[in-house]
């Protein structure tokens, strides 16, 4: 996954770096790099904020630096790799912290899970799930997706094959209390944390975008993760920000698809947008196809 940066990167680091002809790089060679690579960006889905912030640091920590030509191309990978890092490197968020934090208050943890329709969102839910099971952990899967047709089927048919109780109302019914009631029937079954999928909705949607807001203000949930299409393209961004606003923050992302997604762009894109950590990357439709994100990994493989 994430091949397409890859191969245009080591030519264009290549041809700069054989046109520093000084013992320092200067501004110019910076421009030049650009020139060469900002087009693989935008192909790549790397959001032109992304691409601006790129090249701003690497003119802050590359300019006037004594390395001549043949020191130049290692130097500028590295740094490149280096800003790379800081985007997507954030503080990590525990998920077993906090339903270990939440069971010594003796309440259950409330994980929400939001994103477009067709993001994957349902089926990271579940991956989610079968991890935490298997961890020693006891989830209820809450059906707050009362709007699209066959949601809550889907749901319950991903309950029954991993062995966990949904708590669903009727279609068309308050996704709140759908939540409201999945905490209170947690508490008193000893469950220590609660999954809950939501309707997946377009960002520009206000009436859905409101409906989530009243979903995040009536249940107070611990943690709030914005499942992405890897292949979302461009959007992101957009998509990102107006579901941080929407539920007052989000903790962290998945990004599903992963494993037919050539761009790593919009891992980027999000990350830079959100300020916020990825959690998993999603490799497949099995239930063991997730992976803990890895910052310095997945920067490896963008440019390796």
């Known amino acids: 996954m994430f091949g397409l940066l890859k191969k245009h990167f080591s030519k264009s680091v290549k041809r700069v770096s054989e046109k520093v002809l000084e013992k320092e790089i200067n501004e110019n060679d910076i421009d030049s790099f650009f020139t060469e690579i900002e087009i693989e960006l935008m192909q790549d889905n790397v959001a032109v904020d992304v691409i601006d912030y790129l090249k701003k640091r690497m003119k802050e920590e590359l300019v006037e630096k004594q390395v001549g030509r043949r020191g130049a191309k290692d130097e500028i990978r590295t740094v490149f790799k280096n800003i790379l890092m800081e985007i997507v490197e954030k503080e990590p968020v525990s998920i077993e912290s906090v339903i270990a934090s939440k069971k010594a208050q003796n309440e259950p943890a409330c994980i929400i899970f939001l994103g477009f329709n067709g993001s994957g969102k349902t089926t990271t839910i579940a991956k989610v799930a079968n991890i935490l099971k298997n961890k020693g952990h006891n989830p209820v899967l809450a059906a707050a997706d009362t709007f699209r047709a066959a ?154």
Do not use: C, W
Not at 157 to 179: F, M, N, Q, R, W
């Open 151 to 304: 949601s809550i089927e889907q749901l319950e048919h991903h309950g029954k094959k991993l062995g966990l109780t949904v708590i669903k109302h009727e279609y068309g019914s308050d996704p709140a209390a759908v939540v409201f009631d999945a905490v209170k029937h947690a508490k008193t079954k000893g469950k220590d944390v609660v999954l809950v999928d939501t309707a997946g909705r377009m960002h520009n949607d206000k009436n859905l975008m409101d409906e989530l807001s009243k979903i995040v203000r009536v249940n107070k949930p611990d943690l709030k993760i914005l499942v992405i299409d890897s292949l979302t393209g461009n959007d992101v961004v957009l998509q990102a920000l107006n579901y941080d606003k929407a539920v007052d923050g989000i903790d962290g992302m998945v990004l599903t698809k992963t494993e037919i997604n050539e761009k790593g762009g919009s891992l980027l894109s999000a990350t830079y947008a959100t300020g916020k950590p990825i959690l998993f990357l999603g490799t497949g439709q099995g239930y063991d196809d997730i992976i803990k994100f890895d910052a310095e990994k997945t920067v490896e493989e963008l440019l390796n």
